[in-house]
Every structure is written in C-alpha cells, then in structure tokens.
C-alpha cells in the first residue's frame, strides 16, 4: 500500500473516511435499498484500489499514483454510479429475459475488467486469476468436455450474470455481506486497533504467561488470539502483534523461522476464536440463517483445543532448548493492566448487544461510539480529532481490500452457479469418496485449502461453502458442522504451504525462509485440522450433547494432542528420539479421529502413554535405554 502525504495523501485519507462514514450511518440509521447500498459500498472504495495500490509489486510506498492510475479510479465510478442511479429500473426488470441496453453493456465489461484489476492489485493475483479463468470458462463451455460442458453463453447473457444480476455477480448477496455485516466490523477493527487494545492484549498476555519457560512465544499466542478474533485479516494480526513479539522470541532463543511459524499459526487462529471471529461469524450467520449467538458457542471449544496445542508446543520447545522467561522488569504491573481495561468496554458491548439478538451491524455501530467514549475515561488513552480521523481513514482502507475480495467471489460463485458447476462438482466427490464421509472430508478438505491459498478468508469461506457444505449436508452432516468444517479449512489455507500468506508476513519480520517458517505454522496449526474433522463426526465439540460426552472429547482431543506436540517437537519430560516421535505425532491424531471406537477407551490409552513418558522419560530419548542400563549398574 503507499504512503501518500501531503495533499494526495490528504484527500486520499478524506476519501476513505467518507467511505467509512457512509459505513457508520447506514449501520446506525438504516440501509439503502439493497442495490443502491452496494453501488455506493464500491462506488466509495473500489477507486481506492487504484490510487493506493501500485500497478506492479515491488515499487516504492512512497510510489505517487500515476496518470493512468487516476484514470482507472475515475473509471471505477461510472458502472457504481449508473448501478445507482438506475437501482429501480434494474430491479423491476426481467432478469435472463429483457435485452440489455447499449449502457449496460459498457457499464457491465468496464465493471467486470475493472475489478479484474483491482484485485490483482490490491487482493492477491490469486484471485485475480481465479476469476479470470471462471470468466474464460464461461466463453468456452460448451467446447469443455464432461462436466464441464454446458450450453454457449452468449457475450451479453455473461455481462448480465456479472453485473445486472441482484442475487449473483457484482452486486449480489455476497457484496451485499460485505456493505452491510463485514464493512462495520472492518472500521471496528481500526477503532480497536488504534485506541491501545494491542497494548492492553499484550500486557496482560505478558503478566499472565511472560516469567513462564519460553514466555514470550507464550505472549504471542495470547496476544494474537484476543487481537486476531477483532482484526479479521490473518496478515494484519501478524504486523499488529508480531512487530514486537517476534523480536523478542529470537532474542530469547528460539530459530527465526520457529517464531515466524508461531506468530503465523497464532494470527491465523484468531479468526476461529469467538466472539468476533474476525466477523466470520456474521458471514456465516448470513448465509446460513443460523444465529449468531449459536456459532460462536458452537465454535468456543474448537478454538480452545486450537490454542492449547500451540501454547503446549512452545512449552516443549522452550524445554527441548532450555529456555527462560522474560524478565522480570520486562512484566507489566496489574497497575498498569487495570489502567487500560475500560478499553474492552466497546467488546463487551458489542458482546452483550449480540447475546440479546440486537443486529449485528447495530451492535458494532454503538461498539463504535463506546470505543470513543471508554477512551475519555483515562488521560492517556483520550481519542481526539486526530485520532479518530486516522481510525476513520484505516477502516475505509482496510475496508476496500474486504470489498473487492467479496465482490471477487461473489462473481466467482456466479461462474460456478449459471453453468451447474457446483452441481457437477459434489457429484463428482460424491462419487468418488463413495459416501464415504472421510473421504469426502478429505477431498473437500484438499479443494478449499487450494481455493484458500492466497485469498482472504471471507472470501475462501464463501467460495468453500459454495461448494462444499451442501455435499457434507447431503452425507447427513448437519449445516452448522458443515459450515464450520469449511470454514475451518479456508482459514488454515493461510497457514499451509506452500500459499501461507501469514507465514510470509510473519518471515518478513524475523528475516527468515517463509518455507521454514510455513512448515512450523502447519505443525502448530494441525489442531485445526483436527477439529475440523471431529466437527463432521461429534457435536460434542460444539457444546451439544450429554455433559460427560463433551467432557470426555474435550479431553480425549487435548490429550491426543498433547501427545502428538510432543511428537511434532521432539520433548515431554525430556528430548524424544525419532522413533517415538514418529509414534506419538501420529497417533495422538489417529486417537482423536478414531471416532467409532468410545471417548473413554481412546482416553484411555492417551491417559497410559502418558504415564509412561512422565514416568519414564529417559526410556523415549536419544539413547535413554543405554542410559537407564548404566544408572542400574551404578546402583
């Protein structure tokens, strides 16, 4: 992104607070008609994609937009305004029946190219070429062969499909997600970002685990999962926390590439902590009618179990290097941490709102005006003009990225829906899983990870759910387990190589290989996967059933996984040779996933295995036999 100063970064930042403005008051106050508030959600922000995004990567932030950059911006206007300004007309027309007229003709191509740009710039190339290639197939199907063949669609049925369309394309029902559930929580997230909460989450992460072995890797995790549930962009978690955690794991001893991974794990499992959920949980609400209030109960143990095996892996790690705590001067007071807790006044008014079934996006709008008033509680955390004029102009900046990303995937979805891809697509792993629901949780796992890859995670959600959560249903999954299967998968995509975007951000700042730190991540993040696959088997994780069946799979999965960090990470109660790692890597998981067989029993054996690490340590490490036969001939 540049750095714009002086005048054009002045009228820049008036513009995106404008955008973030027109956010707040629709929120507050009431929506425009559907298709006049989308218009004006990209009217607003699909320009800032130019000014504020180079046309190639690489180029200075101090890079000044160009000629043609101004040009394309300008452009962007015209296909929002005229969607406005002929909202009626549009939505009382016969869709797929009346002809297009010569302007929307133009306004549809210009709309459809324009946000090819645009997300190539400002999203992720990724993307960019996802849609191209749904666009391309479009023009091309009926010479596809099999599943891929349909009927020729003609140059103007396409414009139609992308731009005239209310429930589908540019300014369908998943931009219509992104202007009225995703954009307030965005400026929400600048709000917190910037009124000291990053600084209240770290201190208090740093009081409760930094004098503990390993502490600032401890500090990470925490800080990460109470920022990241706020943020809703793995990326922005990693600089917003691991500018500071990361150097600190690396002074302390850990490998560059370890503390990247942890940073990048931790960042990206703030999206599946409740209750923000970096305004997942509202997306999913949306598109499933379930309520709120019940995903983010839902969704609390799976994201505990997530955590839990990072926080225990650093743990081993900091024993397996025979690493200390922070010191003692570097631990906050609670002095300090009481000072800036009136800041979680705007969180758990957002919180109570939402428990008691107020609108999402009205809850964040007096979240908002709370976040102002807390901060005039203490001197040093008071919220002036200056102030909120850089929250306002960060939310509409973060916002435009949201945006095109939705608008990108909504005209995606569109490629898939007209032709009955999506169709063809469960068919075709329907078919080959056999009905199998492991097998068919594999391929779907393996598909919205590749979609994921380099693509934010509200948009993989809902290109994932598109696709796959109709076909878990059908194999008798119920909607919100299905749900969060797919979800689960389109966020740890930013944390599997090769793609791990997060891992990247996060070896950017600890001068690493992104590869190295990718592979850490992955090892860190596989409690997700295997929560992700206990979701499809047992809603015991989602806090349904009988007590002692939630008791007995919490504690089956925190053990199995327990053991298999201890396999990943080479310690217990002392460092594990390579046989035994293997051995507890993989069978700590296997334990979890061995659902036809009872919690208790597997409980069990995880309970057995480690006893006799913790009573005989020596007997797993490198050359602990020989070790143990020369003690007894001591004695």
């Known amino acids: 992104m540049r750095n714009l100063t002086g005048a054009t970064g002045l009228a820049i930042a008036a513009w995106a607070v404008v955008a973030s403005l027109f956010q707040l008051y629709t929120s507050g106050f009431g929506f425009f008609e559907p298709r006049e508030q989308r218009s004006i959600h990209l009217l607003l922000l699909m320009p800032l994609a130019f000014v504020l995004f180079p046309a190639r990567p690489g180029r200075s932030p101090d890079d000044r937009p160009s000629l ?27 869709e797929n029946v009346d002809p297009l007229l010569p302007g929307e003709w133009v306004m549809g191509a210009l709309a459809t190219l324009l946000i090819l740009e645009a997300l190539r710039r400002a999203v992720t190339p990724v993307l960019a070429g996802l849609l191209a290639v749904g666009i391309t197939y479009l023009f091309l199907t009926e010479y596809m062969p099999g599943i891929l063949n349909y009927r020729n669609m003609s140059t103007e049925e396409i414009i139609e499909t992308m731009y005239l369309l209310n429930g589908m394309g540019i300014y369908g029902s998943i931009t219509g997600i992104s202007a009225t559930m995703v ?46 549930t706020i943020s809703g962009s793995s990326t922005a978690n990693v600089f917003a926390t691991g500018s500071f955690t990361i150097p600190a794991m690396i ?85 300090v941490i009481v000072d800036d807790l009136h800041l979680l006044i705007p969180v758990f008014l957002l919180i ?44 509409g900046r973060n916002m435009a990225i949201v945006a095109l990303a939705c608008a990108g995937a909504g005209m995606f979805v569109a490629c898939l829906t007209v032709t009955g891809l999506v169709i063809s697509i469960s068919t075709v792993i329907t078919s080959l899983s056999g009905g199998n629901l492991l097998i068919a949780g594999g391929l779907l796992m393996v598909t919205t990870i590749i979609l994921g890859m380099g693509v934010p995670t509200t948009a993989a959600y809902i290109i994932g759910a598109s696709i796959g959560a109709k076909i878990l249903m059908d194999l008798g999954v119920p909607m919100l387990q299905a749900h969060l299967f797919v979800f689960y998968f389109s966020i740890l995509a930013d944390a599997t190589p090769p793609v791990s975007v997060a891992s990247y951000a996060a070896a950017s700042i600890a001068k690493c290989d992104p590869m190295k730190a990718g592979f850490v991540a992955f090892r860190l993040a596989i409690a997700g996967f295997v929560v992700g696959f206990s979701y499809l088997y047992t809603p015991a994780l989602l806090l349904q059933g009988p007590p002692d069946g939630v008791i007995s799979q919490m504690a089956l999965v925190l053990g199995g996984l327990t053991l298999a960090a201890a396999g990943f990470f080479g310690y217990f109660r002392d460092r594990l040779a390579v046989a035994p790692r293997v051995v507890l890597g ?36 490198p050359g602990g036999l020989r070790r143990e036969a020369q003690a007894g001939a001591r004695e």
């Open 68 to 94: 043609p950059d101004w040009g394309l911006a300008f452009l962007c206007l015209l296909p929002n305004v005229y969607s406005y300004w002929h909202a009626n007309r549009l939505n009382l027309r016969f």
């Open 183 to 228: 954009a307030i929580f965005i400026v929400f997230g600048a709000f917190i970002e910037h009124s000291g909460v990053g600084r209240l989450f770290h201190n208090l992460g740093t009081k409760v685990a930094g004098g503990h072995s390993g502490g600032p890797a401890k500090v990470e995790v925490i800080s990460s999962a109470l920022f990241g």
């Open 251 to 335: 002074q302390l001893g850990y490998k560059r590439h370890f503390a990247a991974g942890v940073e990048a794990a931790s960042s990206v499992g703030g999206q599946i902590m409740p209750p923000v959920m970096g305004a997942g949980a509202f997306v999913m609400a949306e598109i499933t009618n379930i309520p709120y209030s019940d995903i983010i109960v839902a969704a609390l143990l799976g994201s505990i179990c997530y955590f839990f095996m990072i926080l225990v892996s650093v743990h081993f790690e900091a024993k397996r290097l025979g690493l200390r705590g922070c010191d003692p001067s570097e631990i906050p007071l609670w002095r």
């Open 352 to 395: 109570g709102m939402l428990m008691i079934d107020y609108s999402p996006h009205f809850s964040a709008f007096w979240a908002i005006v709370a976040c102002v008033g807390a901060s005039w509680l203490r001197k040093h955390t008071r919220i002036y003009p200056a102030t909120l004029w850089k929250m306002l102009a960060t939310g």
């Open 586 to 621: 993989v069978g700590g998981i296997v334990l979890v996933l061995l659902e036809q067989y009872d919690d208790w029993y597997r409980l069990a054996i995880v309970a057995v295995v480690m006893a006799c690490l913790w009573v005989w340590p020596a007997l797993a490490a």
